[in-house]
């Protein structure tokens, strides 16, 4: 394996803009790395090399100038990257190719980055393991039998394998936390509002935001304060500044207060992590901060309010996919009915977890089920929310378990519904409140499973969460352990 | 306790434009049983007077001045159709 490919991305910028490296050299040993072990992993749906050097000689010609001049960024396949296909790892958008690139997408090609590949993913980010990809599964590249976490898998495959550098993801109840901690990667979701959902394909509009999967906080950070900002295409955008993340990372964290919610380490909690958070708790005792636990009472329902409000969101954000304006469509000869071809394209084009979704969501919304189910499940919403009022006026952050276990099986649970969801307990609950959340590393399993950690924060305040990461990243080694499995393939 | 029946989840695909097999029904009917009682347990959540949360954010009706944007082309947009004649994009016939 080529040395640069363990850089991180800011590492590899620096080097790129010394003009030590060429772009297109970076994206060849890439693209050999990937060859190598994809087949294993299978993080990439595709990695179009062409188009990624055809991007790397116009950077060649001109000036050495961005904060990401010239490295390679995977996109996770529900975020739109102009003339390329995007199909959400879904049977239904097969085919679709972007007629315009996110805001996210042009924000980082704005600072010299170039769009490498598309991530796997659960179908339509509708899972937590990356096994309802109609794509095929991606595996977790520190055990091959077992799940990369969900629903951006393969983006943390990808940088866990050093099969990328960094990732773009999109986390609507941990899609890119809970990836990130079963694979060994720093994942970040900004707050609800920080980052431009203009491009990113829906699923649930009011808990969706894209954020950055990366080999370290440094580099989450950089990609943050690339991609976030008020967006005129995003009216849910926020219009307030972004502070310069970088440049804040080293920032006292001395007499910070870190309150642990108790609900967090209940029933469920595999003793490992129950240890690990333990120990990271103390570390951050060491650096000063004061830890003290606190009670969030309405935690324990968080995950029914959430599959009911994310499900019927998505039964109405995937009612655009029927065959008519872009992807599948499906009839049967002469004489089919625009009824029928909707109905047919739906059954053919969309996955058992996808209809099973849209279904439970229209049935919340349906008459006569509305109120008891999905206005509950908003009123709840609201009581979870509180929750996090409260304990942000007595701490500057909160620490929980990013998963309650590590890494499972694949297959352990993709026939069962309910297990699925509730192995999303530690992430759900930032959505719902639309705070943000950073999961980083923070141990190994003895059966050499990484672990991870959740820090929570309260809105538009990621400067503190990345600066409390950053501080534990400094005094630990975790996030410099890589794989066995995929070293030397 | 929450009962879903076949008719339950013939309905909800109907709403949805999702044809489904005999088999799926049986199996959806299972399925949305046993994750709606989960569900179930939001009843003994007090909520009296309590508001709903549809959206985190103090933002209410962004507008922008009036004047005409940029936007898609349209016989761009008609290029990503299935089917389509010219820049419009053709469907079965909607009337019988």
Not at chain 1, 300 to 307: D, G, N, V
Request: net charge negative; glycine share 8%; with cysteine.
């Amino acid at each position: 394996m080529n040395e640069w490919l363990t850089l991180t991305a800011q590492a590899l910028a620096e080097q790129l803009r010394r003009g030590e490296l060429q772009p297109s050299d970076v994206l060849r040993a890439l693209a050999a790395r990937i060859a190598d072990i994809n087949p294993l992993v299978h993080a990439y749906i595709e990695a179009d090399l062409e188009s990624a050097l055809t991007r790397a000689a116009v950077l060649e010609r001109g000036p050495r100038r961005g904060k990401l001049y010239g490295v390679p960024i995977g996109v996770k396949d529900n975020i739109c990257v102009a003339g390329r296909e995007t199909a959400c790892a879904s049977r239904i958008l097969a085919g679709f190719r972007a007629p315009y690139a996110a805001t996210v997408i042009q924000r980082l090609e704005a600072e010299g980055a170039v769009m490498f590949g598309r991530l796997n993913m659960d179908e339509f980010a509708f899972g937590s393991s990356t096994e309802t990809s109609a794509y095929g599964i991606t595996k977790n590249p520190w055990d091959l039998d077992r799940i990369p976490g969900g629903s951006s898998g393969g983006s943390a495959a990808a940088v866990a394998a050093d099969c990328a550098f960094a990732c773009l993801g999109s986390d609507t109840g941990g899609s890119i936390r809970q990836p990130a901690a079963l694979c060994g990667v720093v994942g970040l979701k900004p707050t609800y509002g920080r980052v431009s959902r203009y491009g990113l394909i829906a699923f649930a509009s009011s808990l969706d935001q894209i954020g950055p999967l990366t080999k370290d906080v440094t580099d989450a950070a950089l990609l943050l304060e690339v991609i976030a900002g008020h967006d005129p295409a995003d009216s849910t955008s926020a219009p307030l500044e972004v502070p310069s993340y970088t440049q804040h990372l080293t920032a006292s964290v001395e007499g910070l207060r870190i309150g642990i919610p108790q609900e967090y380490l209940g029933a469920g909690l595999d003793p490992e992590v129950k240890a690990a958070l333990a120990a990271a708790g103390q570390q951050l005792e060491q650096l000063g901060m004061r830890c003290e636990p606190v009670t969030m009472p309405h935690t324990p329902s968080a995950i029914a309010t959430y599959y009911l409000i994310a499900t019927a969101e998505a039964s109405s954000n995937l009612a655009r996919y029927d065959g008519v304006q872009y992807g599948l469509r499906v009839t049967d000869g002469t004489g089919t009915t625009l009824r029928a071809m909707y109905e047919q394209t739906r059954a053919q084009g969309l996955g058992a977890e996808a209809k099973r979704r849209i279904l439970l969501g229209t049935y919340a919304l349906s008459r006569g089920y509305y109120e008891a189910y999905y206005l509950k499940a908003l009123k709840v919403r609201t009581l979870i929310k509180q929750d996090f009022d409260r304990a942000f006026e007595r701490y500057d952050c909160l620490l929980t378990p990013t998963s309650p276990t590590p890494a499972f099986r694949i297959g352990e649970r993709i026939h069962d519904p309910l297990s699925m969801y509730l192995s999303d307990i530690c992430t759900i609950s930032a959505n719902l409140a639309g705070v943000p959340a950073l999961s980083l590393p923070c141990g190994l399993t003895r059966d050499g499973l990484p672990l991870g950690m959740q820090l929570l924060g309260r809105p538009f305040e990621e400067a503190r969460l990345l600066q409390i990461a950053y501080a534990y990243e400094q005094a630990t080694a975790w996030h410099t352990k890589h794989p066995e499995a995929v070293a030397h393939a | 306790m929450a009962r879903v029946t076949p008719d339950d989840v013939r309905h909800v695909a109907m709403l949805a434009r999702i044809a489904l097999s005999d088999h799926d029904v049986r199996q959806l009917e299972q399925e949305l049983t046993r994750l709606l009682d989960y569900m179930d347990q939001l009843r003994r959540v007090a909520t009296d007077g309590v508001e709903p949360t549809t959206h985190v954010l103090p933002l209410k009706n962004v507008l922008r001045e009036d004047v005409i944007q940029p936007g898609l082309r349209s016989d761009v947009v008609a290029t990503l159709a299935p089917h389509r004649q010219g820049a419009f994009v053709k469907v079965p016939k909607v009337l019988e």
